[in-house]
Nanobody
Framework: VQLQASGGGLVQAGSSLGLSCAAS????????MSWFRQAPGKEREFVGG????????YYADSVKGRFTISRDNTKNTVYLQMNNLKPEDTAVYYC????????????????????WGQGTLVTVSS
């Protein structure tokens, strides 16, 4: 499995930016595809995720209402649309893929994920 994240860049606060994660190597029915981020000097944190087969989404409280995750089954690609960006959103953003092994799985648990992309830098200036 390969995950290729793209779309990062430098934007001003209040702007929008979209990230893409192209996935290859298998079908992802029964998997969750998520975005995590790691800011300088901080631990990597969950941003949001989507269950590939049914489209159920999950979001961190810090991005709820501003970020939207979607997927295109025909392109095997997951998207993260980020609106009203804030300087605190500055981080390297990673996409990740993991099997949904249980109905009580925790999307924000990094141990859920089997594969990680290389990361793309998002910088939000004030």
């Amino acid at each position: 499995v390969q995950l290729q994240a793209s779309g990062g860049g430098l934007v001003q606060a209040g702007s929008s930016l979209g990230l893409s994660c192209a996935a290859s190597g298998r079908t992802f029915i029964g998997w969750i595809m998520s975005w995590f981020r790691q800011a300088p000097g901080k631990e990597r944190e969950f941003v949001g995720g989507i269950i590939w087969s049914v489209g159920t989404t999950y979001y961190a409280d810090s991005v709820k209402g501003r970020f939207t995750i979607s997927r295109d089954n025909t392109k095997n690609t997951v998207y993260l649309q980020m609106n009203n960006l804030k300087p605190e959103d500055t981080a390297v953003y990673y996409c990740a893929a993991g099997r949904v092994r249980s109905i009580v799985f925790v999307p924000s648990n990094q141990g859920t994920y089997d594969y990680w992309g290389q990361g793309t830098l998002v910088t939000v200036s004030s």
